[in-house]
């Protein structure tokens, strides 16, 4: 019973910012490692950015010095601040909650950069 909810996606030029949340509820008794992971057209799923439990942060190499994710504990909260965008960046971010070995994910949010 975790329900975890993309937001923030849309579309933007290159070179642009932007910003998803994803607000986790249900049954979350404590931080949980999370992620982002993304699916552009004719890809597999890729984690993108993730944070453990201690707040340590890892990145993909295609966006590391570019994304950011943090956590707010107190709304359950994940955000990827996304800088310096480009197309390749153009597919669907899922957030991701782990608790022990099961994964939660999210319905994913539309990310489109235009070139």
């Known amino acids: ?27 979350i008794f404590s931080i949980r490692p999370m992620g982002w992971y993304r699916q552009a057209p004719g890809k597999q799923r890729e984690l993108v950015a993730a944070i453990t439990r201690d707040g340590s942060t890892s990145y993909a190499d295609s966006v590391k010095g570019r994304f950011t994710i943090s956590r707010d504990g107190a709304k359950n909260t994940v955000y990827l601040q996304m800088n310096s965008l480009n197309a390749e960046d153009t597919a669907v971010y899922y957030c ?8 939660y994910w999210g319905q994913g949010t539309q990310v489109t950069v235009a070139s």
């Not at 975890?4 to 910012?17: C, D, F, K, M, N």
């Not at 991701?96 to 994964?103: P, T």
């Open 96 to 103: 991701q909650l782990r608790i022990y070995a099961n994964d």
């Open 1 to 27: 019973q975790v329900q975890l909810v993309e937001s923030g996606g849309g579309l933007v030029q290159a070179g642009r910012s932007l910003r998803l949340s994803c607000a986790a509820s249900g049954s």
